[in-house]
């Protein structure tokens, strides 16, 4: 079955997501919010605990404080004595962060709850807002980062974002930018995906297009931290399966327009057809690529 549009059964989202995106879109705020699940601690409890700095400490205090996250228990201290501990909204939050996330939990040996967070490298998150900023104009991706509510001139290249934040961008992409299909998403990351880094070396590399579907996966790994990646590759075919994700419409477009871009970038006639999808009970999303 080949997919025209995707899959878009999706729960609203509860309101803690938006304020869930927001403490793990800092490693400061995430490591400091979580270190307070345990018990209510002292500025300098939550540097130990962390090993931060206590400056980064107090930064991620006040942001989470501003926040409604996190609150100061004894207001009335100056210094000296100052106890934060996680408001109810907090407390929220909080269960999301330790929630096994496709069943796996990273152990923790610190005085932080055990957590698995589904990341993405940053790099891929920033070339698209690059390639949006070209193409759609500084003032409407403005506007949709002020709605995604992430810094992004906090982020690096080598920084790592939550899956369930870079989703967020991706609807707001397609709302503002699409007309619901996900057809813009596919579209966009066709275009830009000559730009990432990871892909752009491997495309620099003199391979036919079936050698150059085997390295797939080693460029997932680098770019994803869960989930994985088989290809089976045939002279002019590749048939690409993603396991133990958690898809969204928009990410499902994503990597329809990202194997079309590979073909673009090359300059090979083909197409990419959309086979499986977890979303409607397959074992596996599949993306059929021929040429």
Same mark, same amino acid.
């Given at each position: +079955?080949?997919?025209?549009?995707?899959?878009?059964?999706?729960?609203?989202?509860?309101?803690?997501?938006?304020?869930?995106?927001?403490?793990?879109?800092?490693?400061?705020?995430?490591?400091?919010?979580?270190?307070?699940?345990?018990?209510?601690?002292?500025?300098?409890? &939550?540097?130990?605990?962390?090993?931060?700095?206590?400056?980064?400490?107090?930064?991620?205090?006040?942001?989470?404080?501003?926040?409604?996250?996190?609150?100061?228990?004894?207001?009335?201290?100056?210094?000296?004595?100052?106890?934060?501990?996680?408001?109810?909204?907090?407390?929220?939050? &909080?269960?999301? &962060?330790?929630?096994?996330?496709?069943?796996?939990?990273?152990?923790?040996?610190?005085?932080?709850?055990?957590?698995?967070?589904?990341?993405?490298?940053?790099?891929?998150?920033?070339? +698209?807002?690059?390639?949006?900023?070209?193409?759609?104009?500084?003032?409407?991706?403005?506007?949709? +980062?002020?709605?995604?509510?992430?810094?992004?001139?906090?982020?690096?290249?080598?920084?790592?974002?939550?899956?369930?934040?870079?989703?967020?961008?991706?609807?707001?992409?397609?709302?503002?930018?699409?007309?619901?299909?996900?057809?813009?998403?596919?579209?966009?990351?066709?275009?830009?995906?000559?730009?990432?880094?990871?892909?752009?070396?491997?495309?620099?590399?003199?391979?036919?297009?079936?050698?150059?579907?085997?390295?797939?996966?080693?460029?997932?790994?680098?770019?994803?931290?869960?989930?994985?990646?088989?290809?089976?590759?045939?002279?002019?075919?590749?048939?690409?399966?993603?396991?133990?994700?958690?898809?969204?419409?928009? +990410?499902?477009?994503?990597?329809?327009?990202?194997?079309?871009?590979?073909?673009?970038?090359?300059?090979?006639?083909?197409?990419?057809?959309?086979?499986?999808?977890?979303?409607?009970?397959?074992?596996?999303?599949?993306?059929?690529?021929?040429?």
């Amino acid at each position: +079955m080949a997919y025209g549009r995707y899959p878009t059964d999706v729960k609203a989202a509860a309101p803690a997501w938006s304020d869930f995106s927001y403490v793990v879109s800092s490693r400061y705020r995430e490591q400091v919010f979580a270190a307070l699940g345990a018990r209510p601690k002292l500025p300098r409890e &939550l540097a130990e605990t962390t090993r931060l700095r206590l400056g980064h400490v107090s930064r991620a205090l006040r942001e989470l404080s501003d926040r409604r996250l996190v609150a100061c228990l004894t207001p009335e201290l100056r210094a000296r004595g100052r106890l934060y501990g996680l408001t109810p909204q907090g407390a929220a939050v &909080l269960n999301q &962060l330790v929630r096994p996330v496709g069943g796996a939990i990273v152990a923790s040996t610190e005085d932080i709850a055990p957590r698995f967070v589904p990341k993405i490298r940053a790099s891929t998150v920033l070339r +698209m807002i690059q390639y949006l900023r070209q193409t759609r104009g500084s003032a409407p991706v403005a506007q949709t +980062m002020k709605e995604w509510g992430v810094d992004v001139d906090e982020l690096a290249e080598d920084s790592w974002l939550p899956v369930e934040t870079c989703a967020r961008l991706l609807e707001l992409i397609e709302r503002n930018f699409g007309d619901g299909s996900y057809g813009f998403v596919r579209e966009a990351f066709r275009e830009a995906v000559v730009t990432f880094p990871t892909v752009r070396e491997q495309l620099s590399k003199a391979l036919p297009l079936a050698a150059l579907s085997r390295h797939a996966p080693t460029v997932y790994a680098q770019e994803w931290n869960y989930g994985r990646l088989e290809v089976a590759v045939t002279r002019r075919r590749a048939v690409l399966r993603h396991y133990d994700w958690t898809p969204t419409p928009a +990410m499902c477009a994503l990597f329809h327009g990202v194997y079309e871009g590979i073909l673009q970038a090359r300059g090979v006639k083909g197409r990419v057809v959309k086979s499986r999808c977890i979303r409607v009970g397959d074992p596996y999303c599949e993306y059929v690529v021929e040429w």
